[in-house]
């Protein structure tokens, strides 16, 4: 069965500072990897998604940037940190098969910024 | 430009009673629904889900329905459970491609004993 964990579980970060937010997933290989945030009252918004080593795509233009150095591996960045990128963010792998499948969860890291 | 809705942010059930929510989406090419259920400060877990060739997706206690002409889906729960006390979201997306589900922004279901 697949794993997926994210680290640190809560972070609170002053405002101008920088961020990184690391998922690693256990039990499955090459695996679509996605980047979600839920901010206050709203509801999840896809940041980033990853098919492979490397290969990054950005759905919102935003403050933060996203890595895939390893096949299991998603970090989430950012070099300044603003107010308005506080939120519980989400790392998410697909388990297929294919077009039939649905996201996998992490169990999430609450970031404030201050 | 929200193209999925969920336009009850809340929704109070009686236990045993039928819990209904409700979602609505604008996007005619997503052809692939899902319901997660969302606890505080976890991540989402999968419900269920209905491809746009069926128009209702049994399991257990959950059913879903899409009409595919209003753009409109439905999750019933049936008995609903305290356990059920849960932040629920649709999602879509479309079969071919990179599986990028968009979410609505959520209900927040409460069964009251």
């Known amino acids: 069965s697949q794993t997926i964990h994210q680290w640190p579980a809560t972070l609170v970060q002053p405002v101008g500072s920088p961020l990184s937010l690391e998922c690693t997933v256990e039990?499955?290989?090459?695996?679509?990897l996605y980047w979600y945030r839920q901010a206050a009252g709203r509801g999840l918004q896809l940041l980033f998604y990853?098919?492979?080593?490397g290969q990054i795509s950005s759905e919102v233009p935003q403050n933060l940037s996203a890595s895939r150095p390893q096949d299991r591996q998603f970090i989430l960045s950012s070099k300044k940190l603003l107010l308005s990128d506080s939120g519980f963010y989400l790392c998410?792998?697909?388990?297929?098969?294919w077009g039939t499948g649905e996201l996998f969860f992490g169990e999430g890291s609450r970031l404030t910024v201050l | 430009d929200q193209q999925v809705k969920q336009n009850s942010p809340s929704l109070s059930v009686q236990e045993g009673r039928i819990s209904i929510l409700n979602c609505d989406y604008t996007?005619?090419?997503?052809?692939?629904f899902l319901w997660y259920k969302k606890y505080p400060a976890e991540g989402p877990t999968f419900l269920i889900s209905?491809?746009?060739?069926?128009d209702k997706n049994e399991d257990g206690r959950f059913t879903v329905f899409l009409n595919k002409s209003a753009k409109h889906l439905s999750l019933h729960i049936v008995p609903s459970q305290p356990g059920d006390s849960a932040v629920y979201f649709c999602a879509a997306s479309r079969i071919q491609g990179a599986q990028k589900l968009v979410f609505g922004q959520g209900t927040r279901l409460t069964i009251n004993p």
């Open positions: 996007n005619s090419m997503f052809d692939y």
């Open positions: 998410a792998s697909y388990l297929g098969p």
């Open positions: 039990g499955t290989s090459n695996p679509n």
């Open positions: 209905i491809s746009s060739i069926k």
């Open positions: 990853s098919v492979g080593i």
